[in-house]
């Protein structure tokens, strides 16, 4: 299997709505937005036999290992605050499920969402641009599943809070870029971090310039919120428009 240019690590999802079933999980939002930005695009994951795609993820290569279930999410929104329970819980993503030569990726995005990647993975990609959105990291769950956020710190050169419609903070060479979010009908902000990092990271490699990389994430994670679950994903053309009309020159 040929290496990607941009491969994401994570559990594919099933998210629950009311009514409705669909497919989500970091890493699918991340591969399905450098996909759209025109980059190879691979997901390594563990998921159920159940695992259907119904061709989302055409074009993009996935691989890793098959679990008795695939990990499945109850969502609800109140007040823009997610609540979520989980469900189902698909088996940890190791490091000998890394096709060969996949570590020569040149993006890779590292996406747990139930603290499902070895640590031994972080260390395989010695030679490419590697980003982490810790929230899944940071999820614990009770007996009933709801989640709860732990404090998370870290010591890394580039640091991004994602603040959904207030934009984004970057934290870089000891100072401090906030960035407003583009102006946009929301409609589901599910997703939308992954978008953002996966945007960011895309742009970083082509540039080396954590500002202008900001910017062009902020612009892509807008679409991301019009559409339910990974509807709103949009290609680079649509991108260059808005940001265009915003007077942003991306």
């Known amino acids: 299997m ?40 691979g997901i390594i994951t563990s998921r159920g ?20 279930q695939t990990t499945t999410f109850c969502n609800s929104y109140c007040q823009g605050k997610r609540k979520q329970i989980i469900n189902d819980v698909a088996n ?68 991004i809070l994602t603040r959904g419609a207030e934009g984004s903070i970057l934290y870089w060479r000891g100072k401090k870029f906030i960035f407003s979010a583009f102006k946009t009908e929301e409609k589901d902000p599910t997703g939308a971090g992954d978008v953002f990092a996966a945007a960011f990271l895309a742009k970083y490699y082509q540039t080396d310039d954590p500002i202008e990389s900001s910017r062009f994430a902020n612009c892509v994670a807008s679409f991301a919120v019009e559409g339910k679950g990974t509807a709103g994903i949009t290609d680079f053309d649509r991108i260059i428009k808005r940001a265009s009309l915003m007077g942003i020159d991306l």
């Open 2 to 41: 040929e290496c990607p240019e941009f491969v994401s690590i994570g559990h594919v999802t099933y998210d629950i709505y009311p009514g409705e079933k669909l497919i989500g999980g970091s890493a699918v939002y991340s591969s399905l937005t450098a996909c759209k930005l025109g980059l190879s695009t």
């Open 92 to 159: 940890r993503i190791k490091k000998e499920q890394i096709p060969k030569g996949w570590d020569k990726a040149k993006i890779v995005h590292i996406c747990p969402v139930a603290d499902e990647v070895d640590q031994e993975v972080f260390t395989l990609f010695k030679d490419s641009l590697v980003g982490l959105t810790p929230q899944g990291l940071m999820r614990r769950w009770d007996a009933k599943g709801q989640e709860v956020l732990e404090e998370y710190k870290s010591l890394i050169n580039i640091v």
């Open 49 to 68: 036999l159940d695992f259907s795609c119904d061709g989302l993820l055409k074009g993009i290569s996935i691989a890793g290992s098959v679990s008795p």
